[in-house]
């Protein structure tokens, strides 16, 4: 792996993820004082219980009932609105983590692909899941357990053979809930790797609808996406099978000791121990004590869902150094000069550039051409800063690309890659790169790249929706409105490749014109093709050969040196061919 990729990769010490659940704690701090005065309330229904059987029974004052159920309905309304509190507070909690933490993976991910063909979008997806569980009801169960020991305590306290019964139960309840750990929690992550694999593959299936349809490939991808399917389902049976019978047998075991602390209850009052109301109340606190515990173990595969994509968040950010925040460098002119650059991919071994150096001028259109895998698309990728060489360096006016900020250098780079990709909306929102811009400046990009007329032609023009919902353009009016977002605030360095793959003669005399016109604005081009249109509009040449420099200077002269080397070739094979014969 190439040097700056290991420094890319270094572990980061505190990340955005780190950040994020520090400025919680604060929160976490409310939500657990609330957490407190709702289980003191709760204790209301015992105490209320506890009154109306030892003194409003035996004494029959109807003024102590009526005070005794106000007070009560004041503390169950007082609990009820700080519990729908806790919920809206935990709610916005999640909201607010989404939000900060969004942008920060959405970035991560963009970086992540830059290096590695497999990254996706899953963090965002892990990010939703996350959220989910924190907004939802199952979280406060981490809240109100801490407090259970109170009410063991006061059940001690009503008589100490109900406290041993309702601390040998809540042991053994927690050793269901540990068991449901220990049984499911191999079978959620298999479960969870084997659906986004699944995921990914249905994503790329349907992404190239076209190919898969034109070449019947649907019944092996659906045969694989079966397989990765069936793995998830299988795994995720298990594991819900196993935490529904460990749940069910806590809800009966939950129910038995309640009935049991009656019983036991009963034998008490019956043997002069205990009052009736103490006994109806231990029978309320065990259930407030228990209930925690039969909740966590109904909400533990959500849970199990949330840990696991927290861990996956938590090393996703970890993966890559956090983007510096660097010196704002003056706009440059254009002057682009590589010094011995070689390249080789992460997790490579054969360098596909080797040894690159020249250099390129404000003004100045070089056309690279050669042979396929030469390694023409990576030299593009390096001129405009996605790829990092490793050895080497790529300069812009004397400054390396790396010492760019990315953000200061994409306003300077006009990049159209083989493969255009256009955004979900409409034509403006792609010649603008997706931001804020003026009209006259997305027209002039777009009159600059000689695509206003066919803009026109589109039934919206540049309002003409595209992509999701949108209209679906054509290969050559895709590679048009690239070539204006491209050119779209007329950036010093332009790199085209094979800007006329998909061009018709009109487009092609388009993009010549718009060639022309770049050049007369002092930009430096360069494009990579081998067709009579874009040589014509070179001043030099570059020949990439198997990741070698193999030739390079004027346009003439490079043309004349293969159109010589070709005609040798051709006398050469004639003779091999007279000799033969």
């Not at 004052?61 to 700080?82: I, K, N, Q, R, Y």
Request: proline letters at 5%.
């Amino acid at each position: 792996m190439a040097p700056i990729d290991a420094m890319k990769l270094k572990p980061q010490a505190v990340t955005e993820l780190d950040r994020a659940v520090a400025a919680c704690r604060s929160t976490v701090g409310v939500l657990g004082l609330f957490s407190l005065v709702i289980n003191l309330l709760m204790l209301a229904p015992s105490l209320y219980m506890l009154q109306v059987y030892d003194r409003v029974m035996t004494t029959g004052s109807v003024e102590t009932l009526v005070m005794l159920t106000l007070m009560v309905a004041l503390a169950l309304f007082a609990m009820g609105f700080l519990d729908a509190l806790r919920a809206a507070i935990t709610v916005r909690m999640g909201c607010w983590l989404s939000g900060r933490l969004g942008p920060a993976y959405l970035a991560n991910g963009v970086r992540m692909r830059l290096i590695s063909e497999s990254a996706g979008a899953q963090p965002l997806r892990d990010l939703a899941t996350v959220q989910g569980f924190v907004a939802s009801p199952g979280v406060h169960v981490f809240f109100d357990a801490p407090w259970s020991p109170l009410f063991l305590v006061l059940i001690w306290m009503l008589h100490p053979w109900l406290g041993t019964l309702a601390v040998a139960s809540s042991i053994l309840l927690l050793g269901f809930g540990v068991a449901n750990e220990y049984l499911t929690r191999s079978s959620a992550m298999t479960s969870s790797v084997a659906q986004i694999d699944a995921m990914q593959l249905a994503e790329a299936t349907i992404r190239n609808a076209e190919v898969v349809k034109a070449m019947g490939m649907l019944p092996a991808l659906l045969a694989r996406w079966h397989d990765s399917n069936a793995t998830g389902l299988a795994a995720q049976q298990r594991a819900g099978e196993r935490g529904s019978l460990l749940l069910g047998i806590t809800k009966s075991l939950r129910y038995f000791v309640q009935s049991a602390t009656l019983g036991l209850g009963a034998y008490l009052v019956l043997q002069g121990q205990l009052s009736g109301g103490t006994m109806i109340a231990a029978s309320i606190l065990l259930g407030r004590t228990l209930a925690p515990v039969e909740a966590a173990m109904g909400t533990w595969k959500s849970f199990g869902m949330a840990r696991i994509a927290y861990g996956r968040l938590k090393g996703q950010l970890r993966t890559l150094s956090q983007e510096p925040v660097r010196t704002r460098l003056p706009e440059p002119k254009g002057v682009l000069t590589l010094s011995n650059v070689s390249f080789v991919p992460p997790g490579g071994r054969v360098p596909v550039l080797r040894g690159i150096s020249f250099e390129a001028t404000p003004g100045e259109v070089m056309a690279v051409i050669g042979p396929s895998a030469g390694g023409k698309s990576t030299l593009c990728r390096l001129l405009v800063g996605t790829a990092d060489p490793t050895a080497g360096e790529v300069r812009l006016d004397g400054a390396d690309l790396r010492h760019w900020n990315p953000e200061d250098l994409g306003r300077h780079v006009g990049y159209l890659p083989q493969d255009v990709e256009l955004f979900s909306g409409t034509v403006r929102d792609n010649i603008a790169r997706m931001g804020h811009a003026d009209d006259e400046a997305v027209i002039e990009a777009a009159l600059r790249a000689h695509a206003h007329a066919l803009i026109q032609q589109l039934p919206q023009g540049y309002d003409t929706v595209i992509g999701d919902g949108g209209i679906r353009l054509s290969g050559g009016q895709r590679q048009r409105i690239g070539l204006a977002r491209a050119v779209y605030g007329l950036p010093r360095l332009i790199v085209l490749d094979e800007p006329n793959a998909n061009l018709d003669t009109a487009g092609e005399a388009a993009l010549a014109a718009a060639i022309h016109e770049l050049k007369q604005h002092g930009c430096t081009l360069l494009i990579v093709g081998h067709r009579p249109s874009t040589i014509a509009q070179a001043d030099r040449i570059l020949l990439l050969k198997e990741g070698r420099v193999e030739l390079i200077g004027p346009r003439d002269e490079v043309l004349k040196r293969l159109r010589k080397a070709s005609s040798s070739k051709a006398d050469a094979a004639q003779q091999d061919e007279a000799q033969s014969a």
